[in-house]
């Protein structure tokens, strides 16, 4: 099974900083990449699928990208409603379609 | 849009068994695959199982084969999750999602997610 990880664990960030998150997978997954938000007590939500495409409706400021084997989500501009944990997700090699261990961005 | 509503979470103790359903409405079930993955208090993401769209291929993660059973209705929208001998470390939100892909048919992801349902599994 393909192992994914996740840095940092959590971070803090000001109102107004970019953010980034990285995920590593532990075998080659290609582009086979998704990246959710869960805000506490909800469900998560999509935020970007295979690698950089944002999912509609999801603001802008929100990117994903992929250097080398990393896979990096980008919050050009962090904003309150973006405290939350984020998780990478990888589809290639599947079953079991195998989650990250999550970020907690919180909000100074 | 499309909207997902899990029901029939709940305290069950252990060894005993627990059906957990989800319907959809908005779009049509049978086009879509479906998953559940659930997350343990204070814990990450971990995926539970998967149904193809016509209920034939199904898949376990390895924590819950041969103990759950996952199954649909494409005549009533709906999605299930038998779950048997029941442990402690099934003590978990449980959420269903539909499965997107894409229409090359090379990528997919997990969307939307119902709101969730919690099953306690405790004497």
């Known amino acids: 099974d393909i192992q994914m990880t996740q840095s940092p664990s959590s971070l803090s960030a000001s109102i107004g900083d970019r953010v980034t998150i990285t995920c590593r997978a532990s075998?080659?997954?290609?582009?086979?990449l998704n990246w959710y938000q869960q805000r506490p007590g909800k469900a998560p939500k999509l935020l970007i699928y295979?690698?950089?495409n944002l999912q509609s409706g999801v603001p802008s400021r929100f990117s994903g990208s992929k250097s080398g084997t990393d896979f990096i989500l980008t919050i050009s501009s962090v904003q309150p409603e973006d405290s939350a944990t984020y998780y990478c997700?990888?589809?290639?090699?599947?079953?079991?379609?195998?989650f990250g261990p999550g970020t907690r961005v919180e909000i100074k | 849009q499309v909207q997902l509503v899990e029901s029939g979470g709940g305290v069950v103790p252990p060894g005993r068994s627990l059906r957990l359903s989800c319907e959809m409405s908005?779009?049509?079930?049978?086009?879509?695959?479906m998953h559940w993955v659930r997350q343990a208090p204070g814990k990450g993401l971990e995926w539970v199982a998967n149904v193809w769209s016509d209920g034939n291929t199904r898949h376990y993660s390895d924590s819950v084969k041969g103990r759950f059973t996952i199954s649909r209705d494409n005549s009533k929208n709906t999605l299930y999750l038998e779950m048997s001998s029941l442990r402690g470390d099934d003590t978990a939100v449980y959420y269903c999602a539909r499965e997107v892909i894409s229409e090359a048919g090379t990528w997919d992801w997990l969307d939307p997610w119902g709101q969730g349902t919690l099953v306690i599994v405790s004497s």
């Open positions: 295979a690698t950089s």
């Open positions: 997700q990888q589809t290639y090699n599947t079953p079991p379609w195998t």
């Open positions: 908005g779009v049509t079930f049978n086009d879509h695959g």
């Open positions: 075998d080659r997954i290609y582009s086979y």
